[in-house]
């Protein structure tokens, strides 16, 4: 068991866009730790999503880092752009990435915080070796592309994977996970290792509402202290 916080990161690609700017607040208002914010390019992964306006036009909206998880063929075209209209950190994928470590150092020299994302197909042992570079290891619990779509349950045993090859490294480093997060599928993250939880259909398209549904994600899973 680790001794991390839980943190939520709802995920905007589920949010009305024409109330954008009002429901990143309410998430915020109801707790949430950052926005993961999803940009598609319809190459990577089949589906087109958002880019640079809509990280500039929530930079002013939320105190919030803004997380950006970048599901593209060539990271390095975007990051700087990016940085400057206010992204936080990224997130880039493992997979198809010729220069993983460039695009690391690439991020890092802008100042910025770096995570890797695993598709299901992937191994945890495909990170052994640039573990210690990075802040951040996203466990994707679908496939990249789409929101609303169920949890893979085989995906759990690579969190705790992920968590031993940290612990082996010495290394401290978040455990993120990805899709189909709701409020069962929390805890079994949580319960193999995972510390950051992104969530987007399940908070932004609750028929209970924003508020709700983020309680329920903070009720259902626990804040661990050391
Ligand atoms: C999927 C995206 C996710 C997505 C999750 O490719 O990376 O961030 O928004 O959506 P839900 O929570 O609906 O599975
Ligand atoms: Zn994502």
């Known amino acids: ?112 915080k770096i995570g890797v994302a695993l598709n299901p197909a992937t191994p945890a042992s495909a990170l052994e070796a640039i573990l210690s570079e990075l802040d951040l290891v996203l466990v994707m619990t679908v496939n990249p592309g789409f929101g609303n779509q169920h949890f893979l349950p085989f995906t759990l045993t690579k969190i705790t994977q992920v968590e031993r090859l940290l612990q082996e490294q010495n290394h401290s480093a978040e455990i993120e996970v990805d899709g189909g997060i709701d409020a069962t599928t929390i805890l079994l993250a949580q319960r193999a290792g995972a510390t950051v939880f992104v969530a987007g259909t399940f908070i932004f398209q609750n ?13 259902s899973s626990s804040v661990l202290t050391s």
């Open 207 to 219: 028929p209970r509402g924003i508020l709700q549904a983020m309680d329920a994600l903070q009720k």
């Open 1 to 112: 068991m680790n001794t991390s916080l839980r943190r939520l990161a709802p995920s905007i690609l589920a949010a009305d866009f024409a109330n954008l700017g009002n429901q990143v607040t309410i998430a915020a208002q109801a707790g949430a730790d950052r926005i993961h914010i999803d940009v598609m390019d319809g190459h990577f992964v089949p589906n087109l999503s958002m880019g640079e306006p809509i990280i500039k036009s929530l930079r002013p909206v939320t105190k919030l880092p803004l997380e950006v998880h970048l599901m593209v063929t060539d990271p390095d075209l975007f990051l700087e752009e990016f940085a400057a209209a206010g992204a936080d950190s990224f997130i880039v994928h493992y997979e198809g990435n010729k220069n993983l470590h460039r695009t690391l150092q690439k991020a890092k020299s802008l100042g910025k």
